[in-house]
Protein backbone atom coordinates (compact mmCIF):
# COMPACT_ATOMS: atom_id res chain seq x y z
CA UNK A 1 0.00 0.00 0.00
CA UNK A 2 1.20 3.18 -1.21
CA UNK A 3 1.94 6.06 2.03
CA UNK A 4 0.82 8.69 -0.34
CA UNK A 5 -2.86 9.16 -0.77
CA UNK A 6 -4.45 10.59 -3.54
CA UNK A 7 -8.44 11.49 -4.07
CA UNK A 8 -10.27 11.15 -6.16
CA UNK A 9 -8.37 8.29 -8.36
CA UNK A 10 -10.46 9.50 -11.39
CA UNK A 11 -12.08 12.97 -11.85
CA UNK A 12 -14.16 14.13 -15.29
CA UNK A 13 -14.65 17.83 -15.61
CA UNK A 14 -16.30 19.90 -17.96
CA UNK A 15 -14.17 22.95 -19.37
CA UNK A 16 -16.04 25.52 -17.02
CA UNK A 17 -16.01 23.17 -13.97
CA UNK A 18 -13.94 23.77 -10.58
CA UNK A 19 -12.64 20.62 -8.91
CA UNK A 20 -9.25 20.31 -6.64
CA UNK A 21 -7.01 16.95 -6.49
CA UNK A 22 -6.27 15.88 -3.02
CA UNK A 23 -2.70 14.37 -1.52
CA UNK A 24 -1.86 13.53 2.15
CA UNK A 25 1.40 11.96 3.36
CA UNK A 26 2.27 11.14 7.11
CA UNK A 27 5.81 9.88 6.87
CA UNK A 28 7.08 13.27 8.28
CA UNK A 29 8.33 14.13 4.44
CA UNK A 30 8.20 17.84 4.36
CA UNK A 31 8.87 18.24 0.57
CA UNK A 32 5.56 17.34 -1.76
CA UNK A 33 5.23 17.58 -5.22
CA UNK A 34 3.02 17.82 -8.29
CA UNK A 35 3.48 15.88 -11.69
CA UNK A 36 1.72 15.64 -14.69
CA UNK A 37 2.11 12.38 -16.98
CA UNK A 38 0.64 11.45 -20.65
CA UNK A 39 0.70 7.79 -20.99
CA UNK A 40 3.83 5.53 -21.64
CA UNK A 41 5.59 8.92 -20.93
CA UNK A 42 7.72 9.92 -17.73
CA UNK A 43 6.47 12.36 -14.95
CA UNK A 44 6.70 16.39 -15.18
CA UNK A 45 7.09 18.30 -12.70
CA UNK A 46 4.44 21.19 -11.95
CA UNK A 47 4.83 22.51 -8.18
CA UNK A 48 7.39 21.60 -5.50
CA UNK A 49 6.56 23.19 -2.26
CA UNK A 50 9.31 22.46 0.71
CA UNK A 51 8.09 23.08 4.42
CA UNK A 52 4.80 24.29 3.18
CA UNK A 53 6.14 26.90 0.54
CA UNK A 54 6.03 27.02 -2.81
CA UNK A 55 9.50 26.21 -4.07
CA UNK A 56 9.56 25.54 -7.80
CA UNK A 57 6.34 26.34 -10.52
CA UNK A 58 7.18 25.46 -13.83
CA UNK A 59 5.79 27.64 -15.67
CA UNK A 60 2.03 26.14 -15.43
CA UNK A 61 -0.55 28.00 -16.37
CA UNK A 62 -2.71 29.77 -13.77
CA UNK A 63 -5.83 27.13 -14.37
CA UNK A 64 -3.81 24.52 -12.12
CA UNK A 65 -3.76 26.50 -8.44
CA UNK A 66 -1.59 24.39 -5.76
CA UNK A 67 -2.06 24.42 -1.49
CA UNK A 68 -0.35 23.26 0.82
CA UNK A 69 -2.33 23.46 4.20
CA UNK A 70 0.21 21.40 6.20
CA UNK A 71 2.70 19.76 6.28
CA UNK A 72 0.99 16.59 5.55
CA UNK A 73 -1.56 17.90 2.68
CA UNK A 74 -1.43 19.02 -0.80
CA UNK A 75 -4.16 20.68 -2.96
CA UNK A 76 -4.33 21.02 -6.78
CA UNK A 77 -7.32 23.15 -7.61
CA UNK A 78 -8.25 23.27 -11.01
CA UNK A 79 -10.41 25.84 -13.07
CA UNK A 80 -11.68 26.51 -17.06
CA UNK A 81 -9.16 23.33 -18.36
CA UNK A 82 -8.28 22.11 -21.64
CA UNK A 83 -9.08 18.91 -22.82
CA UNK A 84 -5.13 18.79 -23.10
CA UNK A 85 -4.66 19.12 -19.47
CA UNK A 86 -6.32 15.05 -19.38
CA UNK A 87 -3.33 13.09 -17.86
CA UNK A 88 -2.81 11.25 -14.84
CA UNK A 89 -1.84 13.80 -11.97
CA UNK A 90 0.36 12.43 -9.58
CA UNK A 91 1.31 13.39 -5.97
CA UNK A 92 4.63 12.97 -4.60
CA UNK A 93 6.61 13.48 -1.18
CA UNK A 94 10.26 13.36 -0.37
CA UNK A 95 12.81 14.12 2.58
CA UNK A 96 14.69 17.31 2.44
CA UNK A 97 17.28 18.46 5.37
CA UNK A 98 18.03 22.13 5.17
CA UNK A 99 17.51 22.19 1.82
CA UNK A 100 19.35 19.54 0.39
CA UNK A 101 16.66 16.95 -1.00
CA UNK A 102 17.15 13.49 -0.68
CA UNK A 103 15.83 13.20 -4.42
CA UNK A 104 13.67 9.68 -3.39
CA UNK A 105 10.45 10.47 -4.25
CA UNK A 106 7.39 8.42 -3.13
CA UNK A 107 4.59 8.72 -5.49
CA UNK A 108 0.55 8.39 -4.89
CA UNK A 109 -1.53 6.34 -7.14
CA UNK A 110 -2.52 9.58 -9.24
CA UNK A 111 -5.95 11.25 -9.95
CA UNK A 112 -6.77 10.04 -13.80
CA UNK A 113 -8.37 13.59 -14.98
CA UNK A 114 -10.45 13.90 -17.94
CA UNK A 115 -11.39 17.26 -19.25
CA UNK A 116 -14.32 17.30 -21.82
CA UNK B 1 20.14 20.98 -19.06
CA UNK B 2 20.50 17.43 -17.79
CA UNK B 3 19.13 14.45 -19.75
CA UNK B 4 18.83 10.88 -19.50
CA UNK B 5 18.50 8.85 -22.63
CA UNK B 6 16.91 5.49 -21.69
CA UNK B 7 16.71 2.37 -23.86
CA UNK B 8 15.20 0.56 -25.30
CA UNK B 9 11.59 2.37 -25.38
CA UNK B 10 10.14 -0.47 -25.30
CA UNK B 11 10.46 -4.18 -24.87
CA UNK B 12 8.66 -7.35 -25.34
CA UNK B 13 10.06 -10.85 -24.29
CA UNK B 14 8.55 -14.45 -22.90
CA UNK B 15 8.68 -15.16 -19.64
CA UNK B 16 12.09 -16.84 -18.43
CA UNK B 17 13.99 -14.37 -20.63
CA UNK B 18 17.30 -11.95 -19.46
CA UNK B 19 17.03 -8.36 -20.75
CA UNK B 20 19.10 -4.90 -19.42
CA UNK B 21 17.88 -1.73 -19.54
CA UNK B 22 20.29 1.60 -20.04
CA UNK B 23 20.00 5.24 -18.76
CA UNK B 24 22.77 7.22 -20.18
CA UNK B 25 23.68 11.51 -19.92
CA UNK B 26 26.63 13.26 -20.53
CA UNK B 27 26.09 14.96 -17.32
CA UNK B 28 27.26 13.49 -13.56
CA UNK B 29 24.30 12.59 -11.30
CA UNK B 30 25.01 12.73 -7.48
CA UNK B 31 22.44 9.60 -7.04
CA UNK B 32 20.21 8.11 -9.35
CA UNK B 33 16.75 6.27 -9.38
CA UNK B 34 14.66 3.00 -10.85
CA UNK B 35 11.42 3.23 -10.49
CA UNK B 36 8.74 1.01 -12.05
CA UNK B 37 5.08 2.09 -12.64
CA UNK B 38 2.51 -0.59 -13.26
CA UNK B 39 -0.75 0.70 -15.01
CA UNK B 40 -3.01 2.52 -13.37
CA UNK B 41 -0.69 3.32 -10.69
CA UNK B 42 2.42 5.77 -9.51
CA UNK B 43 5.78 5.06 -9.82
CA UNK B 44 7.08 2.92 -7.16
CA UNK B 45 10.98 3.75 -5.98
CA UNK B 46 12.85 0.46 -6.92
CA UNK B 47 16.48 1.39 -5.91
CA UNK B 48 19.13 4.17 -5.23
CA UNK B 49 22.16 4.37 -6.62
CA UNK B 50 25.11 6.63 -5.18
CA UNK B 51 28.46 5.28 -5.66
CA UNK B 52 30.27 5.50 -8.92
CA UNK B 53 30.45 1.57 -9.67
CA UNK B 54 28.09 0.46 -7.16
CA UNK B 55 26.12 -2.45 -7.89
CA UNK B 56 22.72 -2.75 -6.19
CA UNK B 57 21.23 -6.76 -6.30
CA UNK B 58 17.34 -6.74 -5.98
CA UNK B 59 16.10 -10.53 -5.68
CA UNK B 60 16.03 -10.52 -9.57
CA UNK B 61 17.34 -7.08 -10.34
CA UNK B 62 20.66 -5.96 -10.81
CA UNK B 63 20.95 -2.33 -10.75
CA UNK B 64 24.39 -0.69 -11.56
CA UNK B 65 25.96 2.60 -11.71
CA UNK B 66 28.79 3.97 -13.94
CA UNK B 67 32.34 4.59 -12.44
CA UNK B 68 32.12 8.00 -13.92
CA UNK B 69 28.14 8.34 -12.20
CA UNK B 70 26.94 9.14 -15.63
CA UNK B 71 25.37 6.13 -16.42
CA UNK B 72 23.22 3.23 -15.16
CA UNK B 73 21.59 0.21 -15.67
CA UNK B 74 18.89 -2.16 -15.00
CA UNK B 75 19.74 -6.30 -15.13
CA UNK B 76 16.35 -8.21 -14.87
CA UNK B 77 17.09 -12.03 -15.10
CA UNK B 78 14.59 -14.60 -15.98
CA UNK B 79 11.89 -12.03 -15.87
CA UNK B 80 8.42 -13.15 -15.18
CA UNK B 81 4.91 -11.56 -16.23
CA UNK B 82 4.67 -9.77 -12.86
CA UNK B 83 8.01 -7.59 -14.21
CA UNK B 84 5.84 -5.85 -16.93
CA UNK B 85 5.59 -2.36 -16.45
CA UNK B 86 7.28 0.80 -17.05
CA UNK B 87 11.04 1.59 -15.90
CA UNK B 88 11.94 4.62 -15.34
CA UNK B 89 15.54 5.98 -13.93
CA UNK B 90 15.71 9.64 -12.53
CA UNK B 91 19.01 11.39 -12.02
CA UNK B 92 19.93 14.03 -9.45
CA UNK B 93 22.11 16.48 -10.15
CA UNK B 94 25.10 17.90 -7.85
CA UNK B 95 23.76 20.77 -6.55
CA UNK B 96 21.77 20.32 -2.73
CA UNK B 97 18.79 21.49 -4.18
CA UNK B 98 18.62 19.28 -7.36
CA UNK B 99 16.87 16.43 -6.05
CA UNK B 100 13.64 18.61 -5.75
CA UNK B 101 14.16 18.46 -9.47
CA UNK B 102 14.95 14.91 -10.74
CA UNK B 103 16.11 14.34 -14.35
CA UNK B 104 13.90 11.75 -15.77
CA UNK B 105 14.58 8.79 -18.77
CA UNK B 106 11.98 8.69 -21.07
CA UNK B 107 11.25 5.40 -19.90
CA UNK B 108 11.49 1.76 -21.15
CA UNK B 109 7.65 -0.05 -21.35
CA UNK B 110 8.42 -3.73 -20.69
CA UNK B 111 6.24 -6.50 -21.29
CA UNK B 112 6.90 -10.02 -20.65
CA UNK B 113 4.66 -12.44 -22.04
CA UNK B 114 3.81 -15.88 -20.56
Redesign the interface.
Known amino acids: D ?1 E ?1 T ?1 TPKHLVMGMTNKKSLKCEQHMGHR ?1 M ?1 WYKQKA ?4 E ?1 MF ?1 Y ?1 YEKL ?2 NESVPSRFSPECPNSSLLNLHLHALQPEDSALY ?1 C ?1 S ?1 Q ?1 YR ?12 S ?1 LTVL | TQLLEQSPQFLSIQEGENLTVYCNSSSVFSSLQWYRQEPGEGPVLLVTVVTGGEVKKLKRLTFQFGDARKDSSLHITAAQPGDTGLYLCAGDGEAETSGSRLTFGEGTQLTVNP
Not at chain 1, 99 to 110: A, H, P
Open positions: TVQAYKKPPLVSSILASVMVYTGELFFGEGR
